[in-house]
C-alpha cells in the first residue's frame, strides 16, 4: 500500500500523560500536513512542513504541541500533558505540486484521553 | 479568514433519487474548492476538485459540483445516488495564494435507503 500510513491507530491515555503519533506521507510528497478532528465537525488544519521545514501553525497549536519532520520524509506530532480536550482523530495529509497539491489523506490516530 | 458552511448536516435519501450538498464558503480572494467524502470506517478521500476553468467539474463515482463565484458556492450533485453513497460529505476551501491549509465544512452526513 503506496499512501499515507500513521501509526498508532488508536490510542488511549491519561490525563498528563505525553504522546507521540507517526505519519509516513507518500513516498516522494515533500508536503505533509496535520489536521485535528473532533465529533460532528470537519477536519481543523493544525500545521504544515515542506520537506523538513515546518511553514505554517494554526493558533490551535498550543504550547503543548510540537511537530518534527527531521528529514522531511516522516513526522511526528508530540502532545505534552495531554488534557481531556485533546481527544480527537490526529489526521495526516501529504501532497506534491507536481500532482496540483491535492492532499492526500490517512486514516488517522483516534486519541482518547481519560 | 476563510470559512465554510454546509447547511445540510443529514440528508437522507432513496436509491435513484437526485443529490443536491450545499456548500458555500467565506474567502475575499481566489481560491480552489474541494470535495471529499467518508465512507465508514474509510479515510478521507478526494471526489472532485476546482481550481480554474470550466466552473462545472466532474468528480469521480458520477458527482460532479459547480462553482457559482457570485454566490460563493460549490454545490456538490449527483443525479441518481446508490446505496454506496452512503457516507459523510465535507467541503473544504483553499486560499489560492500561498497559504496550503485546507479549511473545512462541518460535513454533511448522507444515508441512503435502499
Known amino acids: 500500500d503506496t499512501g499515507v500510513s500513521q501509526d498508532p491507530r488508536h490510542k488511549i491515555t491519561k490525563r498528563g500523560q505525553n504522546v507521540t503519533f507517526r505519519c509516513d506521507p507518500i513516498?516522494?510528497?515533500?508536503?505533509l500536513y496535520w489536521y485535528r478532528q473532533t465529533l460532528g465537525q470537519g477536519p481543523e488544519f493544525l500545521t504544515y512542513?515542506?520537506?523538513?521545514?515546518?511553514?505554517?501553525k494554526s493558533r490551535l497549536l498550543s504550547d503543548r504541541f510540537s511537530a518534527e519532520r527531521p528529514k522531511g520524509s516522516f513526522s511526528t506530532l508530540e502532545i505534552q500533558r495531554t488534557e481531556q480536550g485533546d481527544s480527537a482523530m490526529y489526521l495526516c495529509?501529504?501532497?506534491?505540486?507536481?500532482?496540483?497539491?491535492?492532499?492526500?489523506f490517512g486514516p488517522g490516530t483516534r486519541l482518547t484521553v481519560l | 479568514a476563510q470559512s465554510v458552511s454546509q447547511h445540510n448536516h443529514h440528508v437522507i435519501l432513496s436509491e435513484a433519487a437526485s443529490l443536491e450538498l450545499g456548500c458555500n464558503y467565506s474567502?475575499?480572494?481566489?481560491?480552489?474548492l474541494f470535495w471529499y467524502v467518508q465512507y465508514p470506517g474509510q479515510h478521507l478521500q478526494l471526489l472532485l476538485k476546482?481550481?480554474?476553468?470550466?466552473?462545472l467539474v466532474k468528480g469521480i463515482k458520477g458527482f460532479e459540483a459547480e462553482f457559482i463565484k457570485s454566490k460563493f458556492s460549490f454545490n456538490l450533485r449527483k443525479p441518481s445516488v446508490q446505496w454506496s453513497d452512503t457516507a459523510e460529505y465535507f467541503c473544504?476551501?483553499?486560499?489560492?495564494?500561498?497559504?496550503?491549509?485546507?479549511?473545512f465544512g462541518t460535513g454533511t452526513r448522507l444515508t441512503i435507503i435502499p
Open positions: 495529509a501529504s501532497s506534491q505540486p507536481a500532482s496540483g497539491n491535492e492532499q492526500f
Open positions: 513516498s516522494e510528497h515533500n508536503r
Open positions: 512542513f515542506q520537506n523538513e521545514a515546518q511553514l505554517e
Open positions: 474567502y475575499g480572494g481566489t481560491v480552489n
Open positions: 476546482y481550481f480554474s476553468g470550466d466552473p
Open positions: 473544504a476551501v483553499k486560499s489560492n495564494f500561498g497559504n496550503e491549509k485546507l479549511t
